[in-house]
Nanobody, 122 residues
Framework: QVPLVESGGGLVQAGGSLRLSCAAS????????MAWFRQAPGKEREFVAG????????RYADSVKGRFTISRDNGKNRVYLEMNNLKPEDTAVYYC???????????????WGQGTQVTVSS
């Protein structure tokens, strides 16, 4: 099991920015592909961004390209999601997840955090 803890969510006005952080305790993340997903009320959990274990390769959902940036610091055992130019439709609970190889499908991930709420007001 990889215990993951997200932080950094909050309430922000449209056009604003937030930085989410995902940390693991007692287990290194360096060998895992990491991803951020989000889930809005009444909707399925959707892929947001993913980053390979090396940190070199990344992948984004079309809806966040150019606005969100995923990064990782393997030395600090952390993964980040920098979110800029936030829109009301970005409102959701954001989760980080880990698996050995990248896939943008939530059901394939075994390790999840508890989520952090992001609310964007118009």
């Amino acid at each position: 099991q990889v215990p993951l803890v997200e932080s950094g969510g909050g309430l922000v006005q449209a056009g604003g920015s937030l930085r989410l952080s995902c940390a693991a305790s007692g287990r290194t993340l360096s060998s895992y592909t990491m991803a951020w997903f989000r889930q809005a009320p009444g909707k399925e959990r959707e892929f947001v961004a993913g980053i390979w274990s090396s940190g070199i390769n990344t992948r984004y959902a079309d809806s966040v390209k150019g606005r969100f940036t995923i990064s990782r610091d393997n030395g600090k055992n952390r993964v980040y999601l920098e979110m800029n130019n936030l829109k009301p439709e970005d409102t959701a609970v954001y989760y980080c997840a880990a698996r050995r190889q990248f896939l943008p499908t939530a059901s394939t991930y075994d390790h999840w955090g508890q989520g952090t709420q992001v609310t964007v007001s118009s």
